[in-house]
Structure formats: structure tokens, C-alpha cells
């Protein structure tokens, strides 16, 4: 049983296009992270969410809490976008999701 | 600031063999965590710890020992290596009441 869901697993896009990826949790949370994977490995937080919406630059992430569900959205996407997004829910420990694997091409 | 720092980033055991995963941080995060991604997976808690001299088991310890001696450092350790394994691993670290996790860059593991 995953506490985390995220849809879909793999994704792939034109440049230029506006993309969703969409996170469902079954826990408690206090917080919901998003995390980028580039392909050497690294993992970077971009956004915690704890309600409503955050912005960075082309990237929008939202959650709403009473549906315990989180998207983040990319505009104009670019290949350097292409990565591994993982959702993470903070509960009494983190739950990750199995991630989505975006690719862009040009 | 270095962040979170991993050594070595690749490394082959035989079955049966140990090794330690070292893992440093200068960022004075009280807590440090160590996890394993798997494909399909994603990442999974092995053990953490939430200050010096302090650790416990996550979600999959069986295998694994840590230490924790000092704020930065939160070595990993296999003392008989199994080809079950075989994965990425990630140290991670953050400030007490904060939610933000730092990553490290991984260490891949390949058991024979």
C-alpha cells in the first residue's frame, strides 16, 4: 500500500507545452514537498507546500488539503526540464512517491 | 557551504563483504536520515537520527547500522552485503523544526 500516488509514471512532451503532475496521499500530512531528479541523480527540493499555491518561475505547484491531492505544473516547458518529479508527503516520517519521469523534447 | 556531502559515489561488493557510506553535512542540521531508491519504489527510510548520539530505524533497517558521533557526520553501514542491496543511496538532512530536506548527491551500489 503506497501512502503516496503520483500519475502519471512517465510523461512525455513537445517543448513548449504546459504539463501537470498529479500527487495523492492517504496519510495526515503537515506538509507536501516536490522534488526534482536530474538524470546524474541529485535531488533537489523545489517546492513545501503546506496549503494553497507556490510559484517559481515556470513552475506552479498547488494542494488541497481537504482532497489531499497536489499538481504541479509546468509552463513552457523546456528539455531542460526533463527530470524524475517526486512527490513527498510529511507525516510522522516523509512518504515519497515513485516519482514521474518527464522528458521534453525539442 | 558544501551541504550535504556523499562518498563514495559508486562502489561494487562482493556478497558477504562490509562497507561504510559516509556521509557529512556542514549546514549543523540536528537531523540526518539515510534512504534507498529502488526502481518503482521510490525512496524509502533506512534509519535516521535526530541529533548527536541519537538514531532509529525507518522503514526498511534490516542490514544496515548507523552511528551518529557528531552533528555532521551520519555514517551508513553494511556488514555483510546482500545483492538485495544493490540500489541509490541517499543522505539527506535537515534543521529540527524545519520541513525542507537536503540531499545529498547518492552513492550507487552494486552488490555481487
Known amino acids: 500500500k503506497n501512502e503516496v500516488e503520483q500519475s502519471p509514471q512517465n510523461l512525455t512532451a513537445q517543448e513548449g507545452e504546459f504539463i501537470t503532475i498529479n500527487c495523492s496521499y492517504s496519510?495526515?500530512?503537515?506538509?507536501l514537498h516536490w522534488l526534482q531528479q536530474h538524470p546524474g541523480g541529485g535531488i533537489v527540493s523545489l517546492f513545501m507546500?503546506?496549503?494553497g499555491k507556490k510559484k517559481h518561475g515556470r513552475l506552479i505547484a498547488t494542494i488541497n488539503i481537504q482532497e489531499k491531492h497536489s499538481s504541479l505544473h509546468i509552463t513552457a516547458s523546456h528539455p531542460r526540464d526533463s527530470a524524475v518529479y517526486i512527490c513527498?508527503?510529511?507525516?510522522?516520517?516523509?512518504?515519497f512517491g515513485t516519482g514521474t519521469s518527464l522528458t521534453v523534447i525539442p | 557551504n558544501a551541504g550535504v556531502t556523499q562518498t563514495p559515489k559508486f562502489q561494487v561488493l562482493k556478497t558477504g563483504q562490509s562497507m561504510t557510506l559516509q556521509c557529512a553535512q556542514d549546514?549543523?542540521?540536528?537531523?540526518m536520515s539515510w534512504y534507498r531508491q529502488d526502481p518503482g519504489m521510490g525512496l524509502r527510510l533506512i534509519h535516521y537520527?535526530?541529533?548527536?548520539?541519537?538514531?532509529d530505524q525507518g522503514e526498511v533497517p534490516n542490514g544496515y547500522n548507523v552511528s551518529r558521533s557528531t552533528t555532521e557526520d551520519f555514517p551508513l553501514r553494511l556488514l555483510s552485503a546482500a545483492p538485495s542491496q544493490t540500489s541509490v543511496y541517499f543522505c539527506?538532512?535537515?534543521?529540527?523544526?524545519?520541513?525542507?530536506?537536503?540531499f545529498g548527491p547518492g552513492t550507487r551500489l552494486l552488490v555481487l
Open positions: 539527506a538532512s535537515k534543521e529540527t523544526h524545519q520541513e525542507t530536506q537536503y
Open positions: 496519510v495526515g500530512i503537515s506538509a
Open positions: 507546500l503546506s496549503s
Open positions: 513527498a508527503a510529511v507525516g510522522n516520517q516523509f512518504y
Open positions: 549546514m549543523n542540521h540536528e537531523y
Open positions: 537520527s535526530v541529533g548527536a548520539g541519537i538514531t
